[in-house]
Antibody, heavy 116, light 107 residues
């Protein structure tokens, strides 16, 4: 069974940093592109970032480029999202998602709240 | 960026009703269009990919159609477990973008 389990969310002050993790199991993690998608409270889905299966290429939404860094450790079956310079607009549930452009499996999400 | 719109934004329907949701892209995306269902407090779930392909395990009452800029998700006979919010997403080009969602509520 495919499982994606996010962790690392929480309350952070404006300008602060946070690193999200996503532990993958039930499939060959190193064969798949992975992504982060976020959803602000009561709002819709917004694509954040993606990384190729071997980690050699990444893409970002304009709203996070230069502040967020996606990475992965295929030996640990884990996806990461390093978030720096956080602002109130980054408050959201962050979902770890499998797929290159179609999101076929989603984690349960981890909530990031940016507030003083 | 490709803008995605959906109509209606919400609808009320009864169990057994046929429901149709429309999604429109701001430019042609061929058939690079996916549909997701999201229930309150849960993660989204892939229903339809590349416009009309049913994801494994999804009931056959769900179907998709369309190409170019106009797409449709149809639920042939609404079940109680189908009350949720539905999102379309274009997978044609980065940044991937979603529609604003259509909430299907109980009449």
């Amino acid at each position: 069974e495919v499982q994606l389990v996010e962790s690392g969310g929480g309350l952070v002050q404006p300008g602060g940093s946070l690193r999200l993790s996503c532990a993958a199991s039930g499939f060959t993690f190193s064969n798949y592109w992975m992504q982060w998608v976020r959803q602000a409270p009561g709002r819709g889905l917004v694509w954040v970032s993606r990384i190729i299966s071997d980690g050699s290429s990444t893409n970002y939404a304009d709203s996070v480029r230069g502040r967020f860094t996606i990475s992965r450790d295929n030996a640990k079956n884990t996806l990461y999202l390093q978030m720096n310079g956080l602002g109130a607009e980054d408050t959201a549930v962050y979902y770890c998602v499998r797929g290159e452009s179609t999101f076929d499996f989603w984690g349960q999400g981890t909530l990031v709240t940016v507030s003083s | 960026d490709i803008q995605m719109t959906q109509s209606p934004s919400s609808l009320s329907a009864s169990v057994g009703d046929r429901v149709t949701i429309t999604c429109r892209a701001s430019q042609t995306i061929n058939t690079y269009l996916n549909w997701y269902q999201q229930k309150p407090g849960e993660a989204p779930n892939l229903l339809i990919y590349t416009a009309f392909s049913l994801q494994s395990g999804v009931p056959s009452r769900f179907s998709g159609s369309g190409s170019g800029t106009d797409f449709t998700l149809t639920i042939s006979s609404l079940r109680p477990e189908d009350f949720a919010t539905y999102y379309c997403q274009q997978s044609y080009t980065l940044p991937f973008t979603f529609g604003p969602g259509t909430k299907v509520a109980i009449k």
